[in-house]
């Protein structure tokens, strides 16, 4: 019995850190594991859109919106997520998604995150379990890989996990952990940055595979522009901690098992780039606001919520939110500020203070950063000062248990200070402008004011109290968990598992038609929340998609042949446009209260069915999804393709308009023939063709490398038509033709990928040799 004591002392004693970090863990997400709620932002669908706007769901009033900030998350990342998963289930490579865009790659899309270690959780748990599994282990592991990369630093177990859990819960990762994808992303650096260190200093081979594999994990983890902020890191790390250590032998080895990483991803990294150089985001023009962190709001450094919050609905800052957040505590800072100046001479503080500030370097409008004008949201380097201000404040722990000194003090009342400061500022302001916004910013200096306050009495009190010293310390590191558990907790939405894209008669009845056919709406069914329904729209939401189909909807809206290409919200505007019905949009979808009924009918649309506030139109001139031409002219420059689509006399349903000369004999018989879908799926379709002469297949789905096609088994050219679609030479007579899409960029991808597992399979289990530290 006694021994069986000593061995749970022994554990407790040796793992209660991530024991600790475990049990904060779960009390954040208490609500998952005492109320049974989902981590995701259910209420947005249910709460502020059509058709599930008409009913309450148990409500009174209808279902109250958090924070709609967050919809990207039903919109866009649990939608395509939830859509690979359903054909991962039904046996098929979820490489192609036609419910949006007119069909688009899916495994390519990073977001997706098919390969990250944590999707294995949807192949053993239903899918909104396997969901809050990828939630929870995001902010876990963060703080995991930070205690094992602290500890790896010499620092304490109490200040490596009150570090861990600093940066678990900083800004970066709370804003961004029910994307489900930057913050497990992120969760990688420490990690990388440990394997880094124990490679350089060990030389050992096993550490470079794992290296290989953690870089591999972070890229497929569904954020890789995190990767490039990770190169910077390690950069910095090499430089000003370990550069006595390098060689340059060491140092090519170093940068062979991180290409080795790159080489991993391939499967996905390739068939990303195919869709990126094929896309309309090579020529979308960004938003300053959304690429920089203005000046001012440095102030979220210490308040986060000083510009306001979208979780109350009093958001006037400048940009967005989640691009304009640096925040890891006010306490947190006290706690990095008091880390660096007693540390300033260990290199790894100097390095951490590096991080810091080259973070703040390239995320403000400097004149300089100009030169990366063409990057998405550079704020998001911020993430290496949440990490910088994390890991300093494990320092500043560490340097409080030795002794807590009137100078630690000073520290925390610079800080308080500075509150003061902006709280006066905000006060003039608002009497002297009237501008409420700075009531909002002065109440919101309240929480950090509190928490600042509150920390300097427990200093004191150690400073007063010499026996209190370890309490007080402890106190304050809990302290600063405490601060972003607030700001967690008010902007992390919860919902009911009922009311996760739940069904209402409105998608039941589209949902009953025949497919394949798209539909559009006007102000119902918001984009791409059809997806989880299976259900097909022209229009959609994404970062990159096909530029054909971008410039197609441009066209098509503005009936203009030199309109330009939509950007990543590619929304129809224009339903009676030609376009749009050879688009096979059969159906509109419309409020009944703001409906133009005779305006529709006259534009060829019918009332086919009403529930509530919402009507569905049907379309009498869309097209069908197939059909046979029996005439076309060739045309290669796009401006006169769209000028002959655009043209009222041109006959769009007979009359293709071809790249390339398809090498037909037209016959001089009147030309007859129909067309029938035999399977229909979203890599695979199989329709049957019966005509009288030679003709072509034209097929309204986007036009893109890796689709071919085949005539009775045999394989033949695919032509592009009509500037976005797909159309094959069919002989006369009945016959079979098959569209697969199978990209050699997913082939080659996955070859490489499966080379380069076993290349590090064999060199982990059979090379246990040390790369030699000597110069060569």
């Known amino acids: 019995m006694k021994g069986l004591k000593e061995k749970s002392s022994g554990f407790f004693k040796k793992y209660y850190p991530i024991l600790a970090i475990t ?14 709620l989902i981590p995701i932002p259910a209420d947005m669908v249910v709460g502020a859109y059509f058709p599930w706007l008409d009913y309450k769901w148990g409500y009174e009033i209808g279902v109250p919106v958090k924070n709609p900030i967050t919809s990207d998350v039903v919109s866009v990342i649990y939608p395509l997520r939830s859509y690979a998963v359903d054909l991962i289930k039904r ?16 495994l390519a899309n990073f977001q997706v995150a098919l390969f990250s270690p944590t999707f294995l959780l949807y192949l053993l748990l239903p899918k909104l379990s396997a969901w809050t599994g990828q939630v929870v282990l995001q902010p876990f592991l963060a703080a995991l890989f930070s205690y094992l990369f602290l500890r790896h630093l010499k620092v304490s177990k109490f200040a490596s996990a009150m570090g861990g859990l600093i940066y678990a819960f900083s800004g970066f990762n ?35 595979v794992f290296l290989s594999v953690a870089v591999a994990s972070q890229i497929f983890s569904g954020y890789p522009q995190l990767f490039i902020y990770t190169l910077l890191s390690i950069f910095l790390y090499l430089v000003v901690v370990l550069r006595r250590e ?52 440095l102030i979220s450094f210490l308040a986060p ?65 100009k030169i990366f004008s063409g990057a998405y949201s550079m704020t998001r380097i911020l993430v290496l000062a949440n990490l910088a201000v994390a890991f300093l404040a494990a320092f500043g ?60 009495v427990i200093l004191a009190v150690g400073v007063k109290v010499k026996k209190l010293v370890k309490l007080s310390v402890v106190m304050v590191g809990l302290l600063a968990v405490s601060e972003l558990f607030r700001f967690g907790w008010k902007y992390t939405p919860f919902s009911r598992r009922d009311l996760v894209f739940p069904e209402t008669p409105v998608i039941s009845f589209l949902k009953s038609q025949e497919a394949p056919f798209r539909f559009l709406s006007e102000n119902v069914i918001p984009m791409n929340m059809w997806v989880p329904y299976g259900l097909e729209s022209p229009s959609g939401y994404d970062a990159v998609y096909p530029f054909t189909w971008s410039k197609y909807l441009g066209v098509a809206n503005k009936s ?34 703001g409906a133009k009924e005779l305006e529709l009918e006259e534009s060829g649309y019918k009332k086919v069915f009403e529930d509530k506030s919402v009507s569905v139109y049907e379309n009498s001139g869309a097209f069908d999804r197939a059909l046979l031409a029996f005439d076309w002219i060739v045309q290669k420059e796009q401006e ?37 879908y035999r399977k229909y799926s979203p890599r695979e379709s199989v329709l049957k063709t019966r005509a009288n002469k030679d003709s072509l297949l034209f097929v309204s789905e986007v036009w893109y490398p890796g689709w071919e096609a085949f005539v009775d088994g045999n394989k033949t050219e695919i032509l592009r038509a009509n500037s976005t679609f797909r159309a094959v030479k069919v002989p006369e007579g009945e016959h079979e033709v098959g569209f697969i899409y199978d990209p050699k960029s997913f082939k080659i991808g996955g070859w490489l990928s499966i080379a380069t597992l076993i290349f590090l399979s064999a060199t982990l289990i059979y090379d246990k040799k040390k790369i030699s530290q000597r110069p060569s």
Do not use: C
């Open 23 to 36: 049990l904060v863990v779960v009390v954040f997400f208490w609500k998952f594991f005492l109320k049974g």
């Open 91 to 106: 046996g098929e490579l979820p490489l192609w998604n036609p419910l949006m865009f007119g069909g688009y790659p899916l």
């Open 174 to 208: 709370i804003i961004w952990l029910e994307w489900n994808a930057h913050a497990l992303t992120a969760a990688w650096i420490p990690l990388i940055l440990l394997l880094t260190s124990k490679f350089i200093k060990e030389a050992k081979i096993k550490w470079g």
């Open 246 to 297: 390098l060689t340059w032998k060491i140092l090519f080895h170093l940068a062979f098992f991180i290409l080795v990483g790159l080489s991993l991803t391939a499967i996905q990294t390739l068939p990303a780039l195919e869709l990126l150089i094929n896309s309309q985001r090579v020529q979308e023009i960004l938003s300053y606001d959304l690429t920089y962190l203005p000046w001012q709001n």
């Open 305 to 369: 919520d000083y510009f306001g919050n979208h979780a109350t609905g009093n958001f006037w800052g400048m940009g967005n939110y989640t691009n304009n957040i640096g925040y890891a505590g006010a306490v947190s800072l006290i706690l990095a500020s008091i880390g660096y100046f007693n540390f300033r001479k260990k290199r790894e503080a100097v390095f951490l203070g590096l991080l810091l500030v080259f973070s703040l370097l390239f995320s403000l409008p400097f004149v300089w950063t």
């Open 397 to 456: 722990l560490e340097a409080l248990f030795k002794k807590v000194r009137g100078l630690d003090i000073s520290t925390a009342l610079f800080y308080f200070l500075t509150l003061i400061i902006i709280a006066a500022f905000s006060f003039i302001t608002w009497q002297s402008s009237a501008d409420d916004n700075y009531l909002v910013g002065l109440r919101n200096l309240a929480f950090p004011a509190f928490f600042v306050g509150l920390t300097i």
């Open 560 to 593: 203009d042949k030199n309109a330009p290409s939509l950007g990543r919200y590619a929304v129809v505007e224009n339903y009676a446009s030609p376009l749009i019905d050879m688009a096979n949009n059969r159906y509109l979808l419309v409020l009944s209260k």
């Open 640 to 676: 006169k393709v769209f000028e002959r689509l655009l043209d009222p006399a041109f006959a769009l349903s007979r009359v293709l308009i071809l790249e390339k000369d398809p090498g037909l004999r037209p016959k001089e018989i009147l030309p007859m023939g129909d067309v029938s």
